[in-house]
């Protein structure tokens, strides 16, 4: 059963660079077949599509977000991670990565927890 | 690229049939069989109940089916239980190697 873990600051100060990472356990990350992916949720709010990367480091990101979002994997340490610059009170939200399967990678079949971040100084 | 529209709520009895809306484009849900449905309870990560259009994953009961016509997917439940009391979400492929998600549905129990 393929697990998946973010961890990261809970606070970060507007305009800094929230940074988290998601470790996946139960499967590798470098066996293919599936993208690896970032979703967030405002308090309160519905699900927002952050972006996505394949273990060779391809990454498709929301166009909402991609001139401040940065994506990358690490397949030696079975990670993915997650980077959003120039934050502001908008960004809280709470942070979640989830495996994307299925054709197309459309189909978000595991999930983190999730991992609250505020922004505020 | 903006989020689909689904009905800021719905309701139902035990036992009951409820239908759940979710309305986009002809860029996305209008485009695509791929449209996916997620159960969300309070401080709980999202479930997938079902994935391009109407295919159930293993291990998600049969009252969950989905469907679509045009622009508008549809996720139906029936034989409500209290415990399909949650927030259920939809998702669609959009093009270009992007997804959007809708704006969430609350579903009450009555």
């Known amino acids: 059963q393929v697990q998946l873990q973010e961890s990261g600051p809970g606070l970060v100060k507007p305009s800094q660079t929230l940074s988290l990472t998601c470790t996946v356990s139960g499967g590798s990350i470098s066996s293919g077949g599936y993208y690896w992916s970032w979703i967030r949720q405002h308090p309160g709010e519905g699900l927002e599509w952050i972006g996505y990367?394949?273990?060779?480091?391809?990454?498709f990101y929301n166009p909402s977000l991609k001139s401040r979002v940065t994506i990358s994997v690490d397949t030696s340490e079975n990670q993915f991670s997650l980077k959003l610059t120039s934050v502001t009170a908008a960004d809280t939200a709470v942070y979640y990565c989830?495996?994307?399967?299925?054709?197309?990678?459309?189909?978000?079949?595991?999930w983190g927890q999730g991992t609250l971040v505020t922004v505020s100084s | 690229q903006s989020a689909l529209t689904q009905p800021a709520s719905v309701s139902g009895s035990p036992g009951q049939s409820i239908t759940i809306s979710c309305t986009g484009t002809?860029?996305?849900?209008?485009?695509?069989?791929?449209v996916s449905w997620y159960q969300q309870h309070p401080g709980k990560a999202p479930k997938i109940l079902i994935y391009e259009v109407n295919k159930g994953p293993s291990g998600i009961s049969n009252r969950f089916s989905g469907s679509k016509s045009g622009n508008t997917a549809s996720l139906t439940i029936s034989g409500l239980q209290a415990e399909d009391e949650a927030d259920y979400y939809c998702c669609s492929y959009a093009g270009s190697s992007t997804l959007v998600f809708g704006g969430g549905t609350k579903l009450t129990v009555l």
């Open positions: 989830a495996r994307a399967s299925g054709y197309i990678y459309t189909n978000f079949d595991f």
């Open positions: 990367i394949f273990y060779t480091g391809s990454t």
């Open positions: 002809s860029s996305d849900v209008g485009s695509y069989n791929l």
